[in-house]
Structures are given as C-alpha cells and as structure tokens.
C-alpha cells in the first residue's frame, strides 16, 4: 500500500495544500512598542487649563463649613438672634468660563446645602434647613477664587416668638467669599452669609430672625 502512495505522487497528482498563518488579507497587529500607551487615561481636571482660570463645565463641589452669627435687630426682628452653624453643601459648575478676556470672567454653579445648628442667644433653641444655593465663581488666575452666591430654602426650628410663630420657616441667604486652593483639588472656604428666617406670613407672629454668620471649612472640587 506504502509503495501505491508513493507511485501516486510519482506520476503528478497534486501535494496537499498547506496551512499558512495569517491568512491572507488579516493583519496582525505588533506589540505596542510605546509604554504610554498601556497607562490608563489621566482623570480630568476640575480646571479649564490652570488653577484659577476658572473651572471645566461640569466639575462637582462637596464641603463642609462651621460657623457662628451675630443676630440683628433690623427689618422687624425684636431680639438679636446668636447662632453656631454647620453646613454640607454639594455643587456642579453648570456653565463655561464667561467673560474670560474681561473682568468679571468666572463660571456659575449651582449647590445644594443642608444646614443647622443652636441658637445660644437670646434662649436655647435649634434649626435645620435645606437651601438651593447659586453661586458664581469668580476667575482670577489665582490660588485665590472669590464667589458670591445667594439662595432660598426651608427650615424647622422651635426660635418661636416673639419673632417667629410655628416651626415652618423660609430661609433667605447671601453673601461673598473666598475659596484658597491649598491643592489643585482642595481648597479651604472663607465666607460670610447674611441669614434670614421668617414664614412669609403663613404664622403669626412674623418679625423674623436676622444675622450675619462667618463661616470657615474645607471643600473638594472634583
């Protein structure tokens, strides 16, 4: 049988054809020779170029602050209402730098706080609120970046008369400050806040709570 296989070879019939790697028309592609390539993609910075010219669209805030307040006996308040404060806040940067070839350039954002705290003064007395909070970043080129901001929100608290009348109060905030970047991802906040407490009139009596609180406290842009 041996020598009928190899007669059939002899007399012309064709060898079995080979297998050849790659097939024709695959491309195998070589290592990458560029040890860059293999390195995860850098996370992106909260910065539109450098730190303090003025923050990417979409960057996130979270911080904490402490505080305390001087109340005042104005717009109808009949006591001067003292505080200790702490307040969470939670922020995105909802838009581009703005006016970045002229003062003011700088992005908006917009946060989210919870806040509470005692009154020491003028007795023993607690709140706790939830406030919408627009802010606009100033951008100086800096380690130093000012903001003013302004907002609304709701409040529990048993102040009671005689300048508040039920639990229920409306919270009205405002004020500048300052964020000093320590880190190009941490900064530590300076801020003042004007506070003001009433029911709008839905209770009676509605005097208000009026002070003016200075806060400190870290924040973590990311």
Aim: glycine share 14%; hydrophobic share 40%.
């Amino acid at each position: 049988m041996l020598a009928g296989v190899v007669a059939a070879s002899s007399h012309g019939a064709e060898p079995a054809t080979s297998l050849a790697w790659p097939p024709a028309g695959l491309t195998v592609a070589a290592p990458a020779s560029d040890p860059d390539q293999l390195k995860p993609p850098a996370p992106a910075s909260i910065w539109k170029d450098k730190v303090g010219n003025g923050f990417r669209k979409g960057a996130l805030e979270a911080g904490v602050s402490l505080g305390a307040s001087l109340g005042s006996q104005i717009l109808g308040s009949t006591d001067a209402h003292d505080l200790g404060l702490a307040k969470l806040s939670v922020g995105r940067v909802m838009s581009e730098v703005g006016s970045r070839d002229r003062w003011p350039g700088g992005n908006w954002e917009l946060l989210g706080e919870v806040f509470g705290g005692e009154q020491f003064k003028p007795r023993h007395a607690s709140l706790a609120g939830l406030t919408a909070i627009l802010r606009y970043d100033f951008a100086t080129g800096t380690r130093w970046v000012p903001f003013f901001d302004a907002g609304g929100g709701v409040t529990d608290t048993d102040i009671g008369r005689p300048d508040l009348g039920g639990n229920f109060q409306f919270n009205l905030q405002t004020g500048p400050g300052v964020d000093w970047f320590f880190h190009k991802n941490f900064a530590l906040t300076f801020q003042y806040r004007f506070l003001h407490l009433s029911s709008a009139g839905l209770e009676n009596p509605n005097h208000g709570v009026n002070t003016s609180a200075l806060y400190a406290g870290i924040s973590c842009f990311f």
